[in-house]
């Protein structure tokens, strides 16, 4: 415990410490520069203030004038022509000649400043130019001792020790609280999390009450329910991949080896490179689906919404598939209301549709029926695939759009897929904004329903014509 609320302690006296330091450093830092640029103001319009007389009389007696005004002041002046020759100064004694050696370089007629740097520096200092019609006949320096800013800067610094001084006060009674009412709970959430870091999620906590700390500790909770079934997902997932993979490059391997090993009749070349040729599109379709999960995941998956005309898109996709249910003797109907529009993703949607479709097709066999249900309800629209075919058992229906879960255990290849479909159909669905079920009954056929709802503003989803 002790252990504990010492770290809680330091971590709130460093806290406090930073913010103080970041407070003081940045108050200090406004106010010179605030203070240093006011003062940089008030000589430079002093020194265009003499710059103004001396161009209307530039004789000695004009110059010792000027030189007198400033030397009974804070502040200094020193008159030097275009050369860099001293003319006149209020202080003699001053050494000027680190400020002079640019004066190759033109100066604004409005001045500019020589010197800023008032930490490193003992003055600060502005130029003005001296004019003669179109020329340049001498400048007037204008210099501050920086004291004043710097006596300013230790009154400050001397009032954050104050505020440093209480606040640390402060922080130890903090600490004497955390000590006695924080450390007991944070000390039992700091083992369940230990433990969930070694990988052991079997954590009970406490969580009573309705403060924070019971919040905190219904969620380290929650996360470690969590946790446990992810990491038994996980697991799971890898052991599918890998299966998922291996068997299309075993084929591949394989069939590759009897090409390059054997003399074979150009027939047994052309079947041995369909099989390499179809596993290789096995294992393509499979990488596709992982890396478009990927994206969904990442949510860097873009859908770009347009409006679909639903009869023309219902029937493009009738297009599509009517031959392969032909083939196999199976009914499809499409049934879809003219004039109904949808906000979607073209591909996207067709990609779900066909996916569905796909399934259908797979687990339906000759004479089955497969019927596509489009309709619009109380500004929402319902897109319904049922079929006719073997069905999902009760025990396998919660798990379909899980990754990788088929209701096939034997993995046929005359079923094929990858586990994915349905996967990616749900996350498609969802970037849709929309929501899919699916009801079914071994042997009775099975029903996915999707359904979109309108948004209510200028992206409705639904489009009545």
Aim: glycine share 6%; aromatic share 6%; proline share 2%.
């Amino acid at each position: 415990m002790r252990k504990l609320s010492l770290k809680l302690g330091i971590i709130f006296f460093v806290t406090l410490f930073c913010i103080e330091t970041f407070m003081m450093f940045f108050l200090h830092a406004s106010l010179a520069n605030s203070r240093v640029e006011e003062e940089l103001i008030s000589l430079q319009a002093r020194g265009n203030s003499h710059r103004t007389i001396l161009e209307g009389n530039f004789d000695r007696e004009t110059l010792a004038h000027v030189a007198l005004m400033e030397s009974e002041a804070s502040t200094d002046v020193v008159i030097i022509n275009n050369k860099g020759n001293v003319l006149a100064t209020s202080r003699p004694q001053l050494n000027i000649d680190a400020y002079i050696k640019g004066l190759n370089v033109s100066v604004p007629y409005m001045g500019q400043t020589l010197e800023g740097n008032w930490e490193e520096e003992a003055f600060i200092a502005t130029i003005s130019p001296i004019n003669e019609g179109q020329t340049t006949i001498g400048y007037v320096l204008m210099i501050q001792n920086t004291e004043s800013i710097h006596m300013l800067m230790e009154r400050l610094n001397k009032h954050f020790l104050m505020v440093g001084m209480i606040s640390g006060l402060v922080t130890i009674l903090i600490i004497i609280i955390l000590s006695r009412k924080l450390a007991k709970p944070l000390i039992q959430m700091k083992e369940a999390t230990l433990k969930m870091s070694k990988g052991d999620f079997t954590v009970a906590l406490a969580t009573s009450g309705n403060d924070e700390l019971a919040d905190l500790s219904k969620s380290i909770q929650l996360l470690a329910d969590d946790l446990k079934h992810v990491k038994q997902e996980r697991k799971e997932f890898l052991s599918s991949i890998a299966h998922e993979l291996r068997t299309p490059l075993t084929f591949i391997k394989g069939y590759t080896d009897i090409l390059y090993k054997r003399n074979l009749t150009e027939v047994d070349k052309k079947k041995y490179l369909g099989i390499i040729i179809e596993e290789t599109n096995r294992l393509s379709h499979l990488i596709k689906d992982l890396f478009d999960l990927a994206k969904l995941d990442e949510n860097s998956f873009v859908i770009e919404k347009k409006r679909l005309d639903m009869h023309l898109f219902f029937a493009t996709i009738e297009a599509k598939l009517s031959p392969a249910f032909q083939e196999k003797q199976i009914n499809l109907s499409i049934q879809c209301e003219e004039g109904l529009t949808l906000m979607a993703d073209s591909l996207r949607l067709e990609q779900v549709i066909i996916n569905l479709l796909d399934n259908a097709l797979k687990y339906c066999t000759a004479g089955d029926k497969v019927v596509v249900t489009v309709r619009s309800t109380n500004q929402s629209m319902q897109i319904t695939i049922e079929d006719t075919g073997k069905g999902i058992s009760k025990k396998d229906l919660p798990y379909i759009f899980d990754r990788l879960y088929r209701v096939e255990k034997s993995r046929s290849r005359a079923l094929g897929g990858s586990g994915l479909g349905l996967a990616i159909v749900k996350e498609l669905v969802h970037a849709h904004g929309g929501e899919i079920i699916v009801r079914s009954d071994e042997n009775s056929g099975t029903t996915f329903e999707i359904t979109f709802r309108g948004a209510g503003n200028d992206e409705n989803i639904i489009i009545n014509r």
